[in-house]
């Protein structure tokens, strides 16, 4: 097997390893994270701080007795989780983790595929998605799932549409739609404050997009306050009403790995993607000149890339605890009437700075 | 013609073609029911009786038009337990059992009713003592049940945060009604003439440190979720229900209040010590889900401070009145002579009569005018025992309160005005 080819089964080993860990350490962090908040204790009974309630939750929807209900369509039924599932693993490819290094003499990046359609495969792939969760209502045949799934589609098409518009400003000025080369333009010097570097990262050059995107962004995960499609209170469950056992799980996990990748492509397109955290630099600095110091380097730009995603997971489930639910009507609102324009506006403003050469 | 032959032919049959919403050449109009919401091919959808947002089982029929409510029927009745019908087969100290369950987040509130009414059918008088501690009482559990009456409201809205800030204060106002009564939930704590037993000593302390704490917390949670602007959407101007609508359905209590309508049956018709007290009655205007929420929360405060004026003025004493007919008997007089084991054996097992007479004794209870209307014909059981409770005539507002509203304002309207099922179906 050749190195590429080798190389390339490793990260998809890594990413996906990574991915299905998202899942019960989100377990964790929600429960005790939402616990936090609410002045009590979670779930602190498996093991050292119940880090093994989420391996106990897992084995009990594996070994849960998995029937469907008499009135559903059993194949769409079926079919649903799955279609929910796999899209929220596959967008994950085009984020960069780290950034590259030279190995025998060929360069080697740290993305499952630099492909040319960067992100506009991400929203491709992430609007499959959807999919999932409008055959499940539909294929549950119960009012309350196909409210939920209405529900969805409705708000994942408004919410795709600002989501794509928001972030047309930080392709113009890094001009380069894959993920690999925005995240690598963003080590660049905006500005030198008083000896303070400040670099080109997408929020200082794109606030108002940022502020769009993580707004759309939670819309498209289906977190709270936009987890209308689920409804707890007034839809009893939504979409998944329906699904028990590993089935109900897919959609969990499907949940969880969205906010992953939601978290991956805040920190690639606004937070600097793997570029070294503030003292990282010096940190790797001292290996230089040493056998391994590319490696080294490496090694910092994935932790420094996973603290920023771990950051803004923990960001999804602070706003989860916090905030109430919008109304389905609101909602809409917000997505056309208001971020629709700003995202446009966004855009034309961008566009001029650039034309004036500010950007 | 033609249509009388047909009608005679099948006299019922109309109503059905009605109901199901059968393209029909009948003449159904003048059969037609106005509360039926099956008259066209909408899709009807049950909300309860086992829906999350149904705090208790109630059933609302909804006819939707996208996710609008076009109408609805709201149906109770899954809960009843015969609790009036009860009253005419117990004694009157049997009965204070079942006031607790009439609305089981405020328990205090109907035991505290319950005595006051049978005491004034007898002309019975209780010591100062014991109407200080049915008052701190009554308001304990007013902050217990408007805590979780908001509290829910704002889980219905996804605000689950809010809800547990609260529930804490609330746990440790039920570690002080243990420690009057050994009960948290189900208390049935005062006696006709007395209470069941006196406040441990230094009680009036804990209670006044609660006090401090839960002042800090519901400033906390207001803090937290008032100003929040998408809890203002989801709140301002949904389900509103006006002054006249409220007078209309026999609103009282804080949704009636919320609208404008200025009760308060605490000032109106102060029975106890609340003339005492130094409280204002909290109103608001619109009638919107906002109003009701904001209406308790302010409530809250004021009833912390009554709270706090009763503290500072009970003083010891007796707690039981010095009538024979209610008294229970002392243990030493029961254990040690004939004449007290016999009085013991005849209070509990057949009870104490009652002279014949009527009254209709109303407090203001959390949700509004709980009212124990009791007829006795000089027995030991009443003769007829009405219970109003206020969230049977709020349920019925329920209706027309959603109408052209979201499904989520339904949830958002049920939450607010704070429905009880053991109180609505009794």
Known sequence: MSFEMSFMMIKIAVVLAGLLAVVPIMLFVERRGSALLQNRLGPNRMGPFGMFQAACDVLKFIFKEDSPPGHVNKFYYSLAPWLAVIPAFMTFAVIPFAGSMSWNGSEAIFQVANLDVGILYCFSVASLGVYGIIMAGWASNNKYSLLGSLRSSAQMISYELTLGLSIVGIIMVFQSVKLGDITAAQGETLVSIAGLDIPKWGIFIQPVGFIIFLISVFAETNRLPFDLPEGESELIAGYHLEYGSMRFALFMMAEFINMAVASGLITSLFFGGWQLLPGFGWLAGQFAGTEHAQLILVFFQGVSFVIKVAFWMWFFVWVRWTLPRFRFDQLMKLGWKVLFPIALINVFVTGLLIYKGVL | ?426
């Open chain 2, 1 to 426: 013609m033609k249509n009388e032959k047909e009608n005679a032919l099948q006299p019922d049959v109309p109503l059905d073609i009605a109901r199901w919403g059968f393209p029909s050449h009948y003449d159904v109009s003048l059969k037609k029911d106005s509360d039926d919401i099956f008259e066209d091919s909408r899709v009807i959808v049950n909300i309860g009786p086992t829906h999350p947002a149904m705090h208790g089982a109630f059933r609302c029929m909804a006819k939707l038009n996208g996710e609008i409510i076009e109408k609805s029927y709201c149906e109770f009745g899954y809960t009843h337990r015969a609790k009036e019908k009860l009253g005419e087969n117990r004694t009157y100290h049997q009965f204070i059992v079942y006031t607790d369950r009439l609305n089981y987040c405020s328990s205090l509130i109907n035991n505290v009713t319950y005595a006051l009414s049978v005491e004034r059918l007898m002309g019975v008088e209780v010591p100062e003592r014991a109407t200080w501690i049915r008052m701190i009482c009554a308001e304990l559990a007013r902050v217990i049940d408007h805590l979780i009456c908001v509290g829910i409201n704002a889980v219905d809205l996804g605000a689950f945060s809010y809800f547990l800030y609260g529930y804490h204060q609330r746990e440790k106002a039920y570690t002080l009604i243990e420690q009057l009564c050994g009960a948290r939930l189900t208390t049935s704590y005062t006696r006709i003439g007395g209470l069941m037993y006196d406040a441990p000593e230094g009680w009036e302390k804990d209670v006044k440190a609660w006090v401090k704490e839960t002042r800090d917390v519901i400033d906390e949670m207001d803090r937290l979720l008032t100003d929040n602007r998408i809890w203002l959407n989801r709140t301002k101007n949904v389900a509103v229900f006006n002054k006249e609508q409220c007078l209309n359905y026999s609103f009282t209590g804080p949704n009636a209040r919320a609208a404008g309508v200025d009760i308060d049956l605490r000032r109106d018709q102060p029975c106890m010590f609340y003339d005492k007290m130094d409280f204002d009655v909290p109103i608001a205007r619109v009638g919107d889900v906002f109003d009701r929420y904001y209406v308790r929360m302010e409530e809250m405060k004021q009833s912390l401070n009554i709270i706090s004026q009763c503290c500072d003025k009970i003083r010891s004493g007796p707690i039981w009145s010095e009538d024979k007919r209610v008294r229970i008997p002392e243990k030493a007089a029961v254990y040690n002579t004939m004449e007290g084991l016999i009085h013991h054996f005849k209070f509990f097992m057949t009870g104490f009569n009652v002279p014949p007479g009527e009254a209709y004794t109303a407090f203001e209870a959390a949700n509004g005018e709980l009212g124990f209307y009791i007829v006795s014909k000089g027995d030991v059981n009443a003769h007829r025992m009405r219970i109003r409770s206020p969230s049977f005539w709020h349920y019925q507002g329920l209706s027309p309160m959603i109408q052209g509203g979201y499904i989520a304002d339904l949830v958002a309207a049920l939450g607010s005005i704070n429905v009880i099922a053991g109180e609505l179906d009794r």
